[in-house]
């Protein structure tokens, strides 16, 4: 019996089968694309089932993607890390001094803001001349809650964060609601960083 021998024009795939599929459609086992096969004339003289005897050329593996940087939380002081402030600025409100103390801690509140996400932590300071201040969070190497007594029965505390970063070594995040809960956070997403990194906790051990 006599067979054909093709090579699919889409893929390349080499085909074989039996000359009776000589002028017919079939699709490519390989790619699927369609093939028509040309008359018998143009072969020797050879399965009614198209086979490959050749195995496809495998896909290039995809490409991983990239670890893209999420916002993890946005956060502002509490008010209630200034109610000292707050409460002395109230009795001394009949005063321009009270007014004074009182627009100091707005503008405490409104000028300090955090912001986390998967790989770094930015603190930013000021209304119109702004500064920040940015740490990878691969180089964290602990995070702590400082709460006085008042500060625990009304639920806010400072947040200090340590780094290898000879930049920002300590870096506090002052008045935050729920601290416990955020430092989890921060915990969980520089531990995160530092798998990402390849980074071993021996590697920070202060100098």
Known sequence: ???IKLDCPHCGQHLEGDEGLSGQKISCPS????IIIPTKEAFQPAAKVVRVTTSAPPHPAAAPIPDEEREVFRLKPTAKAFLGEIILGILLSPFIVGLIILLNVWYKVVSLKYRLTTQRLF?????????LEELELFRVKDVTVKQG???RILGFGTIIVLSTDDSNPRVSLIGINKPVNVKETIRNCYREARKREGVRAAEFIPS
Do not use: R, S
């Open 149 to 151: 007594i008042l500060q």
């Open 31 to 34: 790619c699927n694309g369609e």
């Open 1 to 3: 019996m006599a067979e």
């Open 123 to 131: 603190v930013e300071k000021g209304l119109i001349a702004k500064h």
